[in-house]
C-alpha cells in the first residue's frame, strides 16, 4: 500500500479521480454478484426507472467508489492545509451552535458521497470526532482508514465499551459521528422506510439522542468541479420527546427520510450494492466489497462489528 501511496502522491487531482473511475469500472465490470444486487436493489428503489436508467446508475456508483478510494490515497499525502483548500463548507454555523449548548454532538450521515473525507476535515476545522465504525476484512484497507482516521486527530470506537465511549465523548462536548444505512441484525434494530421498503436499523442514535440531549445533525459530503468538495451540514433532527419504542423508532425514521431525500438526489453516490433490505432474497450470495487481504486478518481490541463506520459487507 505505501508503494501505491506514494505513487499516487505526486498525481493532479483529476489524474486521481479520472483513475478512480477506471478503477471503479473495472470493478463493475468484474463483479458480477455486486454489480446485479445494485441493479436489484435500484429497481425497487425506483420502479419507475428503466432497467438501462438503473444499469446507468450502477456503473456510475462503481466509478465513484473507485474515486472515493483513490481520493482517501491522495488525502493521505496532503497536508491539513492542503486538504482544506479541497474543500468548502456549507451550514458549519449548525455546528457551531450544537456545540455551544455543551452536550456533544451526534452527527450521522450514511455510505453515501466522500464520507470518510468530511470526517477527516470536520476535525480540522469544527475539533475532532470520535467515529463509530466496524472493522474491515481487508488488512491493508482497514490500516490505511485507521491511519487516516487518526491523522487528523479524530478516535475510532468499536463495539465492546462503544456506549460507554461514546458517552464519555459526549460528557466532554465532543462529536460522534454514526452511520444509520446499514442492515442490522440486533434486537436495537427499529424498522423505518427506507425507498418505501422496510429497513431493519440502528437505534443507537435515537437513544443516545434522549439520553444525553446530545443535538442531532445530518452531515453529507458533496463532489464539486474541480476536484474539490463540499461538506454539507443540515439543520439539527428534532429530538424524541418520550422514551418509548415508538418514539424511537419516530426519531430515526425522520433521520433516514433526511439520508433518502439525498440519496434520491445523487443515486450515484450511496452504496446499492450492499444488501440494505432483506424484505426480499438476494439473487445472487455476495461476499464483501473487498476481499480480505494482508498478512493476517484484522482483530482489534474493541471486538466485532457495529454500527457506523467504514463496511465493507454487503
Known sequence: MSAVIAAVRPLPMAVVL??????GRAFHLLDGGHRRLAVQNLQAAFPLRTNAECREI?????????????????????????MLA?????????MHAARAKGLGVLVFTG???????QALVHALRLGPMAVLARPLDNRLLH???????????????????????????????????????????STDAVYVDFFNR???TTSALA????????????????PLPGGRFRMVYEHPVEPPETRDLEALREFTQRCTDVLEMYVRRYPELWLWMHRRWRDVPAADQVGPMFPAGGDEPVETDEGGADEGGADERA
Open 18 to 23: 479520472s483513475l478512480g473511475a477506471l478503477l
Open 58 to 82: 450502477t456503473r456510475r456508483m462503481f466509478e465513484h467508489f473507485g474515486r472515493l478510494l483513490m481520493v482517501l490515497l491522495k488525502f493521505s499525502t496532503l497536508s491539513p492545509a492542503q
Open 86 to 94: 479541497r474543500v468548502e463548507f456549507d451550514g458549519e454555523e449548525r
Open 111 to 117: 455510505h453515501f458521497g466522500f464520507w470518510e473525507i
Open 143 to 185: 490500516d490505511l482508514l485507521e491511519r487516516m482516521r487518526h491523522s487528523t486527530g479524530n478516535s475510532v470506537i468499536y463495539r465492546r465499551g462503544a456506549i460507554r465511549r461514546v458517552l464519555r465523548a459526549l460528557a466532554v462536548n465532543q462529536t460522534v459521528g454514526i452511520l444509520i444505512d446499514q442492515h442490522l441484525l
Open 198 to 200: 422496510p429497513a431493519a
Open 207 to 222: 437513544a443516545l439522542a434522549l439520553k444525553t440531549g446530545a443535538p442531532v445533525v445530518p452531515i453529507f459530503a458533496l
